[in-house]
């Protein structure tokens, strides 16, 4: 069972448009992380959200926690080429990290 | 240097080899991972040690095994791979399970 959906799975835009990704669940996490992943790479960290509600801003990233912390969405304003990556979300709970599947984001310049 | 280095970057076995992949970590952290990801299914935890004399069970630790030889290093075998066993390999590291998992570049493993 997944307990991460993360949606879309595939995700082709012009440059400068903008963009919402999603990572769901049906279970409570006690934080959220995103990760962003180039190819060859391994993930790096972007921002964890902790309290339900929470929005964080990362320059144009805008990441937030739901209200009961079941679910996150990460929004990018006027995409750029160098966005373009696969985007994770990983759960905390009882001392376990989930991750999710990963959005793949392509930003056509 | 990174913080986090994994060798080899990229092996090819054949079928009932048996292949040990290594990772080393700079950053003085307790808690270290491995991790496989595959197309389509994202990344899964294989094991994960909180310290040298504790290791644990991830998701899908079958056909595999794994050695905490000291803080900075933990190694991950597989006794005789097989084909299903290809993916892209991730060591990772953290101090607490909230804190930011600093991840390896990854070693890709072709079984034949």
């Known amino acids: 069972t997944q307990l991460l959906e993360q949606s879309p799975q595939f995700l082709s835009i012009q440059e400068g448009e903008n963009l919402t990704v999603y990572c769901n669940s049906s279970?409570?996490?006690?934080?959220l992380q995103w990760y962003r992943q180039e190819p060859g790479e391994g993930p790096v960290l972007l921002v964890t959200?902790?309290?339900?509600?929470e929005v964080k801003k990362l320059k144009r990233l805008t990441f937030q926690f739901g209200d009961a912390r079941k679910d996150s969405s990460l929004h990018i304003t006027a995409a750029q080429p160098g966005d373009t990556g696969l985007y994770l979300c990983a759960g905390h709970r009882d001392d376990k990290i989930i991750f999710g599947k990963g959005t793949r984001l392509h930003i056509l310049p | 240097d990174a913080d986090v280095t994994q060798t080899p970057r990229n092996r090819i076995t054949k079928t009932g080899k048996r292949i040990m992949l290594e990772c080393s970590q700079t950053k003085g952290h307790d808690r270290m991972y491995w991790y496989r990801q595959d197309p389509g299914l994202g990344l899964r935890l294989i094991y994960y040690s909180f310290d040298v004399k504790d290791i644990n069970k991830g998701e899908i630790s079958d056909g595999y095994s794994v050695s905490r030889q000291a803080q900075a290093k933990f190694s991950l075998s597989l006794e005789s791979a097989i084909p299903n066993q290809t993916a892209l390999y991730f060591c990772?590291?953290?101090?607490?399970?909230?804190?930011?998992?600093?991840f390896g570049p990854g070693t890709r493993l072709t079984v034949l």
């Open positions: 990772a590291t953290g101090r607490e399970v909230t804190d930011t998992q600093y």
């Open positions: 279970s409570v996490f006690s934080s």
């Open positions: 959200v902790v309290t339900g509600g």
